[in-house]
């Protein structure tokens, strides 16, 4: 009996930890400030995607300092996250006049980015959604240098230590 209560507790415990890794911010898509410290990159607005000629972009720090570029302008801020609740303020930016429709990108991202938006994560996606407009991100760089496979090869690993040039 002892052997089946202690096999349950353990297979709990392994689903609970492998669960914790499915979305960035948490296990239920909640938002926190270490999981939204990264760059990220805009991809979808109100489900459609983007095809802008310069990628928008949203770069937060661990001390929720932001900036990034917003289709025409670089902007850079203060974020806040309180409830799920996701704001960038005060926001400034620089003021260069570009297309129609790469200004009409940028207000619809600033208008989102600085009025308090709901926040959700999934994966290694940052869904900002508040009544006029929902902003779909992708993390970039997910994948950290170190986990890369071919720098752990005992090949690759032999040539660097001996200081040969690949």
């Not at 297979?11 to 760059?39: E, F, H, I």
């Not at 570029?69 to 203060?78: E, P, T």
């Not at 429709?101 to 619809?108: D, F, K, R």
Request: a negative charge.
């Amino acid at each position: 009996m002892k052997k089946h209560v202690l096999m349950a507790v353990m297979l709990a415990a392994g689903v609970t930890a492998c669960s914790n890794g499915q979305y960035a911010g948490g296990d239920n898509g909640s938002v926190t400030s270490s999981g939204v410290a990264q760059q990220w990159q805009l991809t979808m607005v109100d489900q459609q995607a983007i095809s802008a000629e310069g990628t928008p972009t949203l770069t937060i720090n661990k001390d929720m300092g932001v900036s990034g570029f917003s289709g025409c302008n670089r902007y850079f801020g203060n974020a806040e996250l309180k409830s799920h609740r996701f704001k960038v303020a005060p926001m400034a930016s620089t003021k260069m006049a570009c297309s129609s429709s790469a200004m009409e990108l940028e207000q619809t991202m600033s208008q989102v980015l600085s009025q308090w938006s709901e926040a959700t994560m999934r994966g290694n996606s940052l869904m900002l959604s508040n009544e006029a407009h929902t902003l779909m991100f992708t993390a970039v760089n997910t994948q950290k240098p170190d986990d890369d496979p071919l720098l752990k090869s005992p090949a690759v690993s032999d040539r660097f230590n001996k200081g040969e040039e690949y």
